[in-house]
């Protein structure tokens, strides 16, 4: 692991909040917020991947680097891979880290710690997870449960993920953080997979990874970023930054 790369991907189309990127936040888009927290974070280059002009001209005007990609990407991590080859052709980036673009509050430190899981060669993709406190989000099939097995401190090796509480008994529980780092070749990989069962009968795209034998660690932190999918999240995020510029 020697040279990493952030990139974030971000899209117009959002069908719960439309134009979510560009949505004001204290005064600059949102898109702008999630780079700089990438930045902030120091752990290498950060670009935006995106399917809208505008979105371009709204980084490149605060100093940033942003590409475009098409606008028929399935996902995000298809977009993702047309970015990276955009960028870097030559591969002189051997860790990709992708930060979701609705992440306007994100604390940069959870960020670098996302990477840390792949100084073990063994180890593909690297996440986040953080231990549920809601009883609420135990059962919320939108919160998105990491099962897995202690492996180092505050590290865990992923075995499951699933929408549904899980694992049973005691212990805690852990909400996964849509945050990845994935080795470069690993990325490749991932890329060329067909869809998997499981993947298909939880939508959600990382089950797939496993499904194929790749392995994913996660570090667990204690900030719990807020996503920003609805108009209720978005006054949320203000209120967050607001009281941040205020202290």
Not at 157 to 163: H, I, P, S, V
Not at 176 to 200: Q, S
Request: negative net charge; contains cysteine.
């Amino acid at each position: 692991m020697s040279d990493p790369i952030v990139l974030i991907p971000a899209r117009m189309a959002a069908t719960r909040l439309p134009n979510k990127p560009m949505a004001d936040l204290a005064g600059e888009p949102m898109i702008v917020h999630v780079w700089r927290r990438a930045v902030e974070a120091g752990i290498g280059p950060v670009v935006v991947a995106t399917d809208t002009p505008a979105i371009v001209e709204t980084i490149e005007a605060v100093g940033g680097l942003a590409v475009l990609t098409r606008a028929d990407h399935p996902s995000g991590s298809d977009r993702l891979a047309e970015a990276l080859e955009i960028i870097d052709p030559q591969g002189n980036h051997d860790v990709v880290v992708n930060v979701q673009g609705d992440l306007p509050t994100i604390d940069p430190g959870i960020i670098g710690a996302a990477i840390l899981p792949l100084a073990d060669r063994s180890v593909d993709i690297a996440t986040l997870c953080a231990i549920i406190t809601e009883d609420s989000e135990r059962r919320d099939p939108n919160v998105v449960k990491l099962v897995g097995h202690t492996v180092g401190t505050r590290r865990l090796r992923a075995l499951y993920f699933t929408r549904a509480e899980a694992p049973w008994g005691e212990g805690p529980l852990y909400h996964h953080i849509g945050l990845y780092a994935y080795r470069r070749k690993a990325l490749a990989r991932f890329m060329a997979l067909p869809p998997g069962e499981l993947e298909a009968r939880e939508r959600l795209e990382q089950l797939r990874a496993l499904e194929a034998g790749m392995r994913i660690d996660a570090i667990v932190v204690d900030d719990l970023p807020l996503g920003v999918d609805t108009p209720a999240d978005l006054a949320r995020a203000r209120a967050i930054l607001s009281a941040r510029r205020l202290n």
